[in-house]
């Protein structure tokens, strides 16, 4: 990606030191590390911001959503990785685009990415920043994410980065025998937790992990 001016020259500098501040907060997985060390996230945020663009915050990228934590990104990532204990993961969808950031991580440890945005105004600045990286394996939809992508099923991974009450059903077909969604949902009294649902040939298991904050998961395209 072009260096921003300024940043540019330091960014694996300050990439590195990054890497160093989530292994230290406990991710542990060298692919996950790996790949957020590779992608220069002040590709995706607006210029205004690049003093911010390594610091483990949400900034916004615009249409009133914003670009997850670095922290959030990695464990969320590492939670989708955890079923394939070496190598790439297969086939994944992410639902929420955004400005395309996950899905440049999610193309590093994954073999293919299906990534849907809803906003069309996202939908365009995501393709923009993604294409000086040529990243073949990323495909960039415009479509409502909560039905998920049905040509590009089964997939081995499904994570999304908006949360609502139930993971929709969609997403649940869609994803392989073996396979894992991770998702912000809403739990009665309005907090939002990471879930993780894990298909089995017999059942769907679900784990309830830490409390997030992500918007909220809409249908529709706009």
Known sequence: MAPV???????????ARMVE???????????VLGAMGSVDRHGFVDSALVNQAYEDTSLPIGLGQTISKPSVVARMVELLLAGTPQGRLGRVLEVGTGCGYQAAVLAQVASEVYSI???RGLHE??????RPLRLANVHLLFGDGMQGFAKGA????????AGG?????????QLAIGGRIVAPTSMAGGRQVLVVLEK?????RQTVLET???????SGIA
Request: aromatic fraction near 4%; proline fraction near 7%.
């Open 5 to 15: 001016r300024g940043v540019g020259m330091e960014s694996h500098a300050v990439r």
């Open 154 to 161: 089964p997939y081995a991974g499904i994570i999304a980065a």
């Open 165 to 173: 009450d139930a993971v929709p059903a969609a997403w649940i077909e």
């Open 125 to 130: 600045k995501a393709r923009a920043n993604l």
């Open 21 to 31: 501040r989530l292994a230290a907060e406990g991710i542990a997985d060298a692919r």
């Open 212 to 218: 997030v904050q992500f918007v909220p998961l809409k």
């Open 117 to 119: 945005e809803r906003l």
């Open 200 to 204: 089995t040939p017999r059942e769907l």
